[in-house]
């Protein structure tokens, strides 16, 4: 059987692929969004590769001006990909041919799909990776303008969900810029190990041709040129890498929103979230429903399989490249659109929030909040720790029969408990006094958020600058 459309690598085939089989191996429906990256790659590579004299320099300048029509056409939107052309480097090269005729058949010269994959991607998946660092941003300057806000607002603060210690609105909010500081932290330093330009490795066993590998990478903005052939077109762990690193920031939205759920709560109350950002029912007339605060908590189950794909796609993998590797692609995308979607949404919704400043005090003067400071009170006393806890214990088993607050207790019937009690307990043991109290550095005190929120800016105008920076 004749085939019907000559395949780039047709030559030794006799039959045309099997449509099904064409449909069931085409990655362009996904690797379509790396078209640019590859256009990019192309480009250095037969500059190269005229400056080299590997193909006649004349070829190499028609091959660019091909590209550059392409790049041109991509920019626009207006590129179309074919499936039965397989892949989108394929896709390019058809495309390049078609434009340029004989010039075009030299691109591939000295290269391979395999370490032209390699580059794209870890081209596209840096960029990628700016774009959900400036999201991460953008909510830490968010969150760091509603802490400053609340550096007084006085809430509870809870282990086991019970009751513990008073904080501040503000100290909780700082608390998730301090996660997303080290997401930042891990999403920075995964571009790093992206950050090595495979091309040259070719298929796996490098090449003949004098490629000036060098040359490459400083074209493409890379800081190194990778070290060994097999390695760089047969490893995903950058990838990985990323949606681990996305795994982690979902993971700590999705508390986040958790919280916020919470909150918003009829039993709560802390929060009210916008009606923009809330939901109806279609039989309960009264709901007001925290969906996205939901569907992010629900989507990163969906990062973390993403992650989980990863990993066991590349368990069983023997070196170098294995078609395996295709579904990379797919996993990887998924991850960076969830987390850059929902990390954007989310940020939108938090700045939309009003928080309810007189339930959560309220709530904070519940629960026997202040019974740390009653034990403190009487260590400061003279009394030994553990006995102020007995003390205190017992103090809250009385409470708890005459449906009282600590604070709420007579000075005899505190002096009962212990003769260590005296009228200055009262002002020790006052909400303020718990919150102002707590003033070492990293602590819920206003003087101490205060402190951490003018580093915090500090830090983020710098961060936010190499941004700016890495992308100009
Ligand atoms: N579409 C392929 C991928 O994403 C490109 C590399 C193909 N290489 C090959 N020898 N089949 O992995």
Wanted: glycine letters at 8%; hydrophobic letters at 40%; a negative charge.
């Amino acid at each position: 059987m004749e085939q019907t459309e000559k395949k780039l690598w047709g030559g030794r085939f006799q039959k045309a692929a099997d449509e099904a089989m064409e449909d069931f191996h085409s990655s362009v429906a996904v690797d379509c969004r790396m078209a640019r990256e590859d256009i990019q790659g192309s480009l250095a590579h037969a500059r190269m590769l005229g400056a080299q004299g590997i193909i006649p320099p004349a070829e190499a300048e028609k091959i660019e001006e091909g590209l550059l029509g392409i790049l041109a056409e991509c920019e626009a939107g207006k590129l179309t990909l074919k499936k039965s052309a397989e892949d989108v480097h394929m896709n390019v090269e058809q495309l390049l041919i078609a434009r340029v005729g004989e010039a075009g058949k030299r691109v591939h010269t000295g290269r391979s799909r395999n370490d032209q994959v390699a580059l794209d991607f870890r081209l596209y998946l840096t960029r990628g990776t700016d774009a959900v660092i400036g999201n991460l941003l953008a909510l830490q300057s968010a969150l760091l303008s509603t802490a400053k806000a609340h550096t007084r607002t006085v809430m509870p603060g809870y282990t086991h969900m019970q009751k513990a210690q008073p904080v501040t609105l503000a100290h909780h909010l700082m608390a998730y810029f301090e996660m997303f500081r080290r997401d930042v932290g891990r999403f920075a330093d995964c571009k790093k190990r992206m950050d090595e330009m495979p091309l040259g490795a070719g298929a796996l066993a490098g090449s003949t041709y004098p490629l000036d590998r060098e040359m490459v990478r400083a074209q493409l903005g890379f800081s190194a040129i990778s070290r060994n052939s097999m390695d760089a077109v047969s490893d995903r762990d950058f990838c990985i890498e990323f949606a681990a690193a996305s795994s982690v920031a979902m993971m700590h939205l999705s508390r986040f929103c958790e919280e916020l759920i919470l909150w918003s709560t009829d039993e709560f109350r802390f929060v009210e979230m916008d009606d923009a950002f809330s939901t109806g029912s279609s039989i309960m007339p009264q709901k007001k429903n925290p969906d996205v605060a939901e569907l992010i908590r629900g989507k990163t189950g969906r990062v973390y399989g993403d992650l989980m794909g990863l990993l066991t796609l590349m368990k069983g993998l023997p070196l170098a490249y294995n078609k395996d590797m295709q579904e990379d692609k797919e996993a990887s995308f998924d991850a960076l659109d969830t987390v850059n979607g929902c990390l954007s949404i989310f940020t939108r919704m938090f700045a939309s929030l009003r928080f309810r400043e007189e339930n959560m005090c309220a709530a904070a003067g519940k629960g026997f909040t202040n019974a740390t400071d009653a034990a403190d009170y009487l260590v400061r006393k003279g009394l030994p720790f553990r006995t102020a806890h007995e003390i205190v214990g017992r103090l809250v088993f009385n409470c708890l029969e005459k449906g009282k607050a600590i604070e709420e207790l007579s000075l005899p019937e505190l002096q009962a408990v212990s003769w260590a009690f005296g009228a200055d307990v009262y002002e020790s043991i006052s909400l303020d006094a718990c919150v102002d109290g707590r003033c070492l550095p990293g602590g819920p005190a206003a003087s101490a958020v205060e402190a951490h929120i003018g580093q915090s800016e500090a830090w983020l105008a710098e961060a936010r600058q190499s941004v700016r920076g890495a992308k100009d």
